[in-house]
């Protein structure tokens, strides 16, 4: 996921950066069609591997351990023994439902409440897979002062960036919990949890992935709950396309999505992999620490595969997980905390 408060060294920075997570998407591109395959000369390809189906996969953030199991696809022939030709294109801070309506990329990598929110004002756009079976966003707290529940928060100072306030409303409305019960402290869009280390405030609403890694690693100690723990259902890390794509070019997404499938298990398996292939080829470039990308990808991995999917595969998309998203959705627009696109059929499950 996208996280502006961690620095690539591993240390806390400020960065003006809006990541995803429950944000409204605007100015969607709805140019052109996803009918072409499309390569963007920016993106990564590798050498020798011009043969198969050319297509462009749309990241949403920059290149850390996030896509390990994308490169390992790559890497590994994995697209290419599928019959592709595959260019990963960077995602930091690009519009990713305006890239792939436009037919710039045949898949991108988004977020469910962010595709959905691009659905409402136009797009064409479907869900065909969800690499975060549960979404990231965490409530972190000091170990020595663990909150343990949505209602440890009454009465505390919670950190909250701007962009993440759509989140938090809804995660407070999934959890009856008034919003003058609790004091938002609002961290604009450029601080970092070091407010939580320095104790200006009790908690800090992150990613699972991200800071509790870095704090961890200053030597302060942390308490988690993830926010799909309690009601806030919301895949992450979805795989979006358009429908004309998935009208014209089925067959190239079905064979996408498999290699997709066996490179995040080559990550699962040996996630080890999945970090030399990231500093190998990004990690070094970005002055990314690889203490904390080995954490990030070790934590990412518990979301990605669950009961579910060892049993369906991964990315698979529960009926009753999307029910829960569209549930969460809905009452979200019932709160008028966000405009979404809440019908099933958003999600499509005939790629997998």
């Known amino acids: 996921m996208r996280d502006p408060s961690v620095q690539k060294d591993g240390t806390l920075t400020r960065r003006a950066l809006i990541r ?50 994308s490169y390992l696809a790559q890497q590994d022939g994995l697209y290419k023994k599928q019959g592709l030709d595959v260019t990963i294109l960077p995602g930091e801070g ?9 037919g710039k990329a045949l898949v991108g990598d988004s977020n469910a409440d962010t595709c959905s929110a691009a659905v409402a004002q136009g797009a064409d756009l479907k869900i065909i897979g969800a690499k975060y079976q549960k979404n990231p966003f965490c409530i972190i707290s000091s170990a020595k002062k663990p909150l343990k529940t949505p209602r440890d928060l009454v ?3 919670v950190g909250v960036n701007a962009y993440n306030f759509t989140g938090w409303s809804t995660f407070l409305a999934v959890n ?8 938002t402290v609002n961290e604009g869009y450029t601080a970092g949890p070091e407010a939580l280390a320095e104790g200006r405030v009790d908690a800090w609403m992150g990613f699972i992935t991200n800071e509790p890694t870095v704090l961890e690693l200053s030597g302060f100690a942390v308490h ?29 997404l079905v064979a996408f999505m498999r290699a997709e499938r066996e490179g995040w298990q080559a ?10 292939v990231t500093m190998a080829r990004y990690g070094m470039k970005l002055g990314l620490s690889s ?13 990605v595969e669950t009961a579910y999917t060892r049993k369906a595969g991964l990315f698979a998309m529960d009926p009753a997980g999307v029910a829960r998203n569209i549930k969460t959705l809905r009452l979200a627009n019932s709160k008028k905390i966000g405009n979404y696109y809440t019908q099933p059929d958003l999600f499509d499950d005939s790629i997998l």
């Not at 198969?52 to 199991?69: C, V, Y």
């Not at 396309?241 to 998935?246: G, N, V």
């Not at 990550?267 to 030399?276: I, R, S, Y």
């Not at 203490?291 to 979301?303: F, G, I, P, T």
């Open 20 to 69: 995803g997570g429950m944000r409204i998407a605007g100015g969607v591109a709805l140019a052109g069609s996803a009918g072409s395959l499309l390569d963007i000369a920016s993106g990564t390809r590798v050498a020798g591997a011009a043969t198969g189906t050319p297509m462009s996969f749309q990241l949403g953030w920059l290149t850390n351990t996030e896509f390990a199991g």
């Open 94 to 102: 690009v519009d990713v439902e305006g890239i792939v309506g436009a």
């Open 155 to 157: 009465g505390k100072r």
């Open 176 to 183: 009856g919990i008034d919003k003058s019960k609790v004091v």
């Open 224 to 252: 988690t709950f993830l926010l799909a723990d309690f009601g806030y259902e919301v895949y992450a890390d979805i795989y979006e396309t358009t429908s004309t794509a998935i009208a014209a070019h089925k067959d190239e």
């Open 267 to 276: 990550d699962l398996n040996n996630p080890a992999a999945g970090l030399a």
């Open 291 to 303: 203490r904390q990308q080995k954490l990030e990808n070790s934590a990412q991995l518990a979301l």
